[in-house]
Each structure stands twice: as structure tokens, then as C-alpha cells.
């Protein structure tokens, strides 16, 4: 989400870091800070859930009690998934590597 202040004069723009209107954390997708990101190996996963547990970022998606998918819009790359799972069905892999990584959306 960001603010279009083209044509604006400078006393018409928001002064920064004021909230002006409502929103929630799913307003503000951050997987473009990633550099690196989680993959998933299903021929390894036990569905533990531990990644699900200890994602700061709620990026990783279960369903009925079995991992599912990544939420790509929400993780940052942080590893912590990967560093926990006890069957290294999680590996990171850089960024770049994929189709529609950060650096072909610039």
C-alpha cells in the first residue's frame, strides 16, 4: 500500500509516520523485504507444525492440522522455519533463484 503524492504541493502531503487512516497488518504485504526464502520438501515433512509455531510472521498456512503452503506475501525470509523443523523439510534458498522474486518485480 502506498500513497500516490504526485501533483500534490508539499503542504497537501501527510506529514510521515502519522496513521491517517485505519488498517491492519494484512494491509501491508512485507514478503518483498525477503532475500531469501522458505521451500518446502513434502517427501520429508512429518507435519510437526513447528514451523507454523515459531513464524513470527504467520506466513506459514496449515490446514487440518498439516502444513499447507507458505504465505510469500507475509514472510520475510527469516529462516527460523528451516532452523526448527527437526526433519530439514524446510530449506532456504535465495530469492533470485525463483520466478516473480523481488528483484524481477523492481
Not at 503524492?5 to 512485507?30: A, F, H, L, M, Q
Not at 527460523?80 to 532456504?92: G, L, N, R, T, W
Amino acid at each position: 500500500m502506498t500513497a500516490n503524492n504526485e501533483g500534490k504541493k508539499w503542504s497537501e502531503i501527510p506529514i510521515g509516520g502519522v496513521v491517517d487512516r485505519p488498517g491492519s497488518s494484512e494491509d501491508y504485504k512485507t514478503g518483498e523485504w525477503r532475500d531469501s526464502r522458505p521451500i518446502h520438501i513434502p517427501e520429508k515433512c512429518i507435519n510437526c507444525m513447528i514451523c507454523w509455531s515459531v513464524c513470527p510472521d504467520c506466513a506459514v498456512v496449515g490446514k487440518d492440522g498439516d502444513f499447507k503452503e507458505f504465505n510469500y506475501d507475509y514472510c520475510k525470509g527469516c529462516g527460523v522455519c528451516a532452523e526448527e523443523c527437526p526433519v530439514d523439510a524446510i530449506k532456504m534458498e535465495e530469492e533470485g533463484d525463483f520466478p516473480n522474486s523481488v528483484e524481477e518485480k523492481k
